[in-house]
């Protein structure tokens, strides 16, 4: 399954579509299946690195937040040394989920509701009461999922990543995050994305699958129709796209003349982020990592989307801003032109991802054809598709 993560970056969906010049949209099945769902979500969130969340979340010893996908429920805390681990939300005991709370702070220590068995936040074992003389504690630390960080931003790989007692079924070992990132942290170093704080955090509930998320965010197609505030900022047929990889698709978006940043009026009320050049202060970087990552890197400001599917037709998203210590430090400090801005927006492809979802629900659905400036879209489609395929 790793082999899925090679590095070959996808040819163009032009070049690909010499002998096949109309590409089209996905069958329903891929939409409005539950058990096509639970396969796929097998496939891409519990084979690939998620973004979790932030570093600066955690800020102290200690501090946790938890996440959650499907069945599986995940605790992402950070240790005395400043380590941050993904644990599986299991009690070695008797299984019982350990912490319900989506964030919070353990004093120390992870103690199970139940019969108190107590864990470090590494999840080693430090106490079981109650069992016999000669019980091993080293066998039984909580189930750890991969954990890494790129420039700020924590991903999880949802498998078991240490020895389990008894084993647990065999798994190949775990891909590294750089791996599957590529050659994203030299592209977007620049913009010293660990050193940025949150500004602001609102979560969506859409009824659509993450899929028509990805895909929406992959084309402005749609802007003069959907988006007139948008509109005024960027050109709809603006972008430079670069050549999609497994891993990621995107490019960047220039301003209309006099404009600087996104938000409501296009004014600039913040510094430019230290460090970018001439060309980075002059647009929007937009990338859709997959699966579940959409980075929209501005001048002055970052703005993060993580999908977390909750059914094939369903996915909760969470939208974040950051923004730069030394601005946010500023008694003038202002961010609700850019919140005001991105939450209009994002409501607007919220309603259309579900106008597609319900329509593509209907039975008389069949798949469409894309036009030549869809290409990123059709090529997270081949993916999608190559994977059905391979693993059927
Ligand atoms: S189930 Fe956790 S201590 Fe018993
Ligand atoms: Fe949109």
Not at 93 to 120: K, M, N
Not at 152 to 161: C, D, E, Q, S, T
Not at 208 to 226: F, G
Not at 264 to 290: F, N, T, W
Request: some cysteine.
């Amino acid at each position: 399954m790793i082999d899925f993560l090679e590095r070959e970056p996808f040819r163009r969906a032009r070049d690909l579509g010499r002998t096949n010049p109309m590409h089209t949209t996905l069958p329903r099945r891929f939409y409005a299946d539950p058990d096509f769902y639970r396969s796929e979500l097998e496939r891409f969130y519990f084979n690939r690195w998620i973004c979790a969340g932030r570093a600066d979340q955690l800020p102290n010893s200690g501090d946790y937040f938890t996440r959650s996908l499907a069945d599986e429920s995940i605790i992402v805390t950070r240790d005395s040394a400043g380590a941050i681990h993904a644990l599986f939300n299991v009690c070695r005991h008797r299984g019982t989920r350990l912490c319900e709370q989506a964030e919070g702070r353990f004093v120390e220590r992870i103690q199970c509701p139940y019969h108190a068995w107590t864990y470090d936040l590494s999840g080693r074992l430090l106490a079981a009461p109650h069992m016999a003389a000669g019980f091993c504690k080293d066998e039984y630390p909580l189930h750890r999922a991969g954990c890494d960080v790129w420039d700020g931003h924590v991903f999880v790989l949802l498998r078991p990543a240490n020895p389990a007692h008894p084993p647990l079924p065999a798994h190949p070992p775990l891909p590294a995050l750089r791996d599957q990132l590529g050659d994203l942290p030299e592209r977007f170093a620049a913009y010293r994305m660990a050193d940025l704080r949150l500004g602001r955090r609102i979560v969506y509930e859409v009824k659509a699958n993450w899929k028509l998320i990805v895909l929406n965010y992959n084309e402005c197609l749609h802007c003069p129709t959907l988006h007139p505030a948008l509109n005024k900022l960027h050109h709809y047929l603006g972008a430079d796209n670069v050549t999609p990889t497994a891993c990621y698709c995107g490019g960047a978006m220039g301003f209309r003349d006099g404009v600087e940043t996104m938000s409501m009026d296009g004014k600039r009320r913040r510094e430019y982020l230290p460090g970018l050049s001439e060309s980075q202060r002059q647009q929007v970087a937009y990338y859709s990592i997959y699966p579940n990552f959409l980075l929209s890197l501005h001048p002055d400001y970052i703005m993060t989307h993580t999908l977390w599917p909750r059914a094939h037709d369903r996915t909760e998203i969470v939208c974040e801003w950051h923004f730069h210590p030394d601005q946010m430090a500023k008694p003038d400090f202002h961010i609700d032109d850019a919140i005001e801005f991105w939450d209009l927006t994002n409501r607007q492809d919220w309603w259309i991802a579900e106008q597609s979802q319900a329509g593509i629900n209907s039975r008389v659905y069949q798949p469409g054809p894309y036009s030549e400036r869809e290409e990123l879209l059709w090529s997270f489609d081949e993916i999608v598709r190559r994977e059905a395929e391979r693993l059927a």
